[in-house]
Nanobody, 124 residues
Framework: QVQLVESGGGLVQAGGSLRLSCVAS????????MAWFRQAPGNEREFVAA????????DYIDSVRGRFTISRDNAKNTVYLQMTSLKPEDTAVYYC?????????????????WGQGTQVSVSS
């Protein structure tokens, strides 16, 4: 059972940047689709971005495309989410997820393993 630990959240002004990290307890390359989700107060947890298992295809929701970048360091079993041009509506708890699922999965039930979440707060 893979364990995921996120870090890198914090408070930033609108227009600023943050980089989130997610360290996995085992190898992720060729094994898991890795994704980031977020959940704002009173909202459902929503898909943000994903990276394919064995190559570097990426998938983003429209509201973050061009501002967020998901990447992976296989040697470190780590996935990153670089967030730039942050907006107040990006405020949420961000979760890392891993799943032995098909490429293109965007529903939270399609991912098996979850981190504890890291808070991102963007002030206006």
């Amino acid at each position: 059972q893979v364990q995921l630990v996120e870090s890198g959240g914090g408070l930033v002004q609108a227009g600023g940047s943050l980089r989130l990290s997610c360290v996995a307890s085992e190898r992720i390359e060729n094994r898991y689709v890795m994704a980031w989700f977020r959940q704002a107060p009173g909202n459902e947890r929503e898909f943000v971005a994903a990276m394919a298992r064995s190559e570097y295809s990426t998938d983003y929701i429209d509201s973050v495309r061009g501002r967020f970048t998901i990447s992976r360091d296989n040697a470190k079993n780590t996935v990153y989410l670089q967030m730039t041009s942050l907006k107040p509506e990006d405020t949420a708890v961000y979760y890392c997820a891993a799943g032995s699922t098909y490429w293109g999965a965007r529903q939270k039930y399609e991912y098996t393993y979850w981190g504890q979440g890291t808070q991102v707060s963007v002030s206006s």
